[in-house]
């Protein structure tokens, strides 16, 4: 059973989807020639575009699954314009969250709190076979983090992540809840 097919744009969905809305222009129909598109823009630079077609006086816009899978996971801004001969005027903008395609494989589900505190766990555990926090070469220095500030750190996001773990209920909260007859 097919689903129902939005009027507005999506305010997310997952890369490798079909992405389907029909919008509705008055003063722009597609029956009288006017071609509505959309451009995505993310963080990196990286843009799509995506063209309607024509389903009576609105527009039918469609993002195919191949088309999808080249988003990256993240938020994107979009335009959207109509353009009819020469002219193009912009009739929306709006953000977008491509979610990852776990079907693809290679997708990170750590926060990025997890994250840092994974890389600084990692440096801790290389510097804790070396000796030096510095080096001299040829008149050149080198100074790392000291091992005191990287626990810190490591610390810190240890806290950090206990919260983000409480707060998502990974963790129990530490109160003991007694209630007496």
Not at 20 to 31: E, G, Q, V
Not at 39 to 59: R, W, Y
Not at 103 to 115: E, W
């Amino acid at each position: 059973m097919a689903a129902d097919i939005p009027t507005i744009e999506p305010t997310s969905f997952t890369a490798g989807d079909t992405v389907k809305w029909t919008k509705s222009l008055s003063d722009y129909p597609a029956s009288d020639g006017w071609v509505l598109s959309y451009a995505f823009v993310n963080a990196d630079g990286t843009f799509t575009e995506s063209t309607s077609a024509a389903s009576g006086d609105d527009h039918a816009v469609s993002i195919t699954a191949a088309d999808s899978v080249d988003f990256d996971a993240g938020t994107y801004n979009w335009q959207a314009y109509v353009t009819l001969s020469s002219e193009r005027f912009k009739v929306g903008s709006g953000t977008c969250v491509v979610l990852p395609n776990f079907a693809a494989g290679a997708v990170d589900g750590r926060s990025h709190v997890k994250r840092v505190l994974d890389a600084i766990q990692s440096v801790i555990e290389g510097r804790a076979t070396e000796d030096a926090d510095s080096l001299s070469l040829a008149g050149r220095s080198i100074s790392k983090i000291p091992l005191t500030e990287l626990v810190a750190f490591r610390d810190a996001y240890k806290r950090e992540y206990a919260n983000e773990q409480r707060a998502t209920g990974m963790l129990p909260s530490g109160k003991v809840r007694v209630r007496f007859p």
